[in-house]
């Protein structure tokens, strides 16, 4: 049988770094089961010895101590939660010593800097790339591809749309998407729309049968869903990119986050928001 | 003056956790300033030396050591790095010691378990969440409320639409948005189409000012973004969330991920896929 243990993100934040970083760490024991918790926004003396008493609840139920991973700023708060009976990882008080010295300042503490809105033009920049990315999503409004950082091109479900969302959200990037319909695969060359920004466009592929299967779930029994069909469509478009010099990317085995980041590091396009 | 510092962040996956961490890092230290490079996918030796070379190459022009963040899984790639010329700051060494330890086995170090597809249904469900984040946008759509874990109420440019989208990618949320109209607002009750819906309704508001700022840069000196006009359906709007008993939250002072984070806590609504 697994051991289980319970897992907390804690910060006094939204708790999402915490979150990142304790969960890449986690996936590298795979013999174990994790139960998570968030508990985010624990600002407060008193909000620290609740996150203390759910802790010491989880380690008497479970028999074994969680561990907490932990981003705090402020050290009162944070103080107050490394004394619950658990293993208490906190990423930035194991960092900011270092860094400390290193810069021969101490760090300012101040709360909220993380994920605050600090620069509203990186805030307005998200929005707007967000929402190019929703009006250029579908291939019908080919006329604002002047203003895109790339196009993303693929049959329909290799991942485009969540691709382009995620890198408007988290690059800023101004990601239009062309999904390949059976005529452009006919036709068998560049869709006239696309055509002229031949520099920024970018192909995903996916394998057949894994396309069926997102597709199976879509429309169940379709010929849209056959295995026949995902199979010429994405031997097609493999074709047209190969012919047409398009670099592409096989996003079977791959997260958005990784289609995302190869894709911009390929195309060399530098981040505009930071993360 | 300044003082100025190259920061790398690199990894042999996408870098994003490397970034998250880095950044959350740095706003620490704001008397200094930061230029900031992403070498992602460095999964050899090879790219690690071409790394290394990049890394003392900046701390020769600058006079100073860069920081690097890693997130290295591969020993052998992270001990090339660590060669180079910096202050080398690896996450991932930093805390599998102590989970090992507490696990009492070795960790697996498998590449690209962190953002790699492992889990099909996760995929599938972070893909239907922003799919229906985006059917249910502008509320045009309010037919498909029935499967909404949330439904976001607020004026046009409140927030609602990146909240969602951010929601479905980061959460799995099923988010939709309603935005208030003047005909919804001069009403002065929640609209016929959300109204069934009371218990999974949140509202976001703003300060006029700054709906003002965001309008200006969309329609520019339009009656939609005068003072005058934001001023009364923010106004209105509260009213009507006070009234009816929707929470709400002043999205002035917040980033995306925080207002995610304190509407799915408000909610009550748990994560459904990992970050």
Redesign the interface.
């Known amino acids: 049988m697994k051991?289980r243990?319970t897992v907390f993100f804690v910060s006094d934040?939204?708790?999402?770094?915490a979150?990142?970083?304790g969960?890449?760490?986690?996936?590298?024991?795979?013999?174990?089961e994790f139960s998570?918790v968030?508990l985010?926004?624990i600002s407060s003396v008193d909000k620290a010895r609740d996150a203390v008493n759910r802790i010491n609840l989880a380690a008497q139920e479970q028999g074994a101590r969680p561990?907490v991973f932990a981003?705090f700023?402020d050290a009162e708060v944070r103080d107050v939660v490394r004394t619950a009976r658990c293993?208490f990882?906190d990423?930035?008080d194991?960092?900011?010593g270092?860094?400390e010295r290193?810069?021969a300042?101490l760090?300012?503490?101040?709360l909220?800097?993380?994920?605050?809105?600090?620069d509203?033009r990186a805030?307005?920049l998200?929005?707007n790339a967000?929402?190019f990315a929703?009006a250029n999503?579908d291939g019908a409004h080919t006329h604002d591809y002047e203003r895109a950082d790339l196009i993303l091109l693929g049959v329909s479900r290799s991942?485009k749309?969540?691709t382009c969302?995620?890198m408007a959200?988290?690059y800023g990037t101004f990601a239009a998407n062309y999904p390949l319909t059976d005529e452009d695969l006919l036709d068998g060359r560049l869709p006239p729309a696309v055509a002229p920004f031949r520099a920024r466009l970018f192909g995903l592929t996916i394998a057949p049968d894994r396309l069926q299967?997102?597709r199976q779930?879509r429309r169940p029994d379709s010929r849209y869903a056959s295995l026949q069909q995902c199979d010429w469509e994405v031997r097609t478009a493999e074709r047209m990119f190969a012919k047409e010099g398009v670099p592409f990317l096989d996003t079977t085995?791959?997260?958005?986050?990784?289609i995302?980041?190869?894709v911009l590091?390929r195309l060399g396009i530098p981040?505009r928001v930071?993360?």
Chains 1, 2 share one sequence.
């Open positions: 051991q243990r934040q939204t708790g999402v770094t979150e990142t970083m969960h890449s760490l986690l996936t590298q024991f795979d013999s174990l998570p968030t985010p926004f561990v981003t700023v293993l990882l990423f930035f194991a960092f900011l270092p860094l290193e810069f300042e760090s300012t503490h101040a909220g800097r993380a994920h605050g809105v600090t509203i805030y307005a998200r929005i967000t929402n929703l999503d991942g749309t969540p969302v995620y959200m988290q299967q997102i779930e085995e791959c997260s958005i986050e990784e995302a980041a190869r590091e981040r930071r993360p």
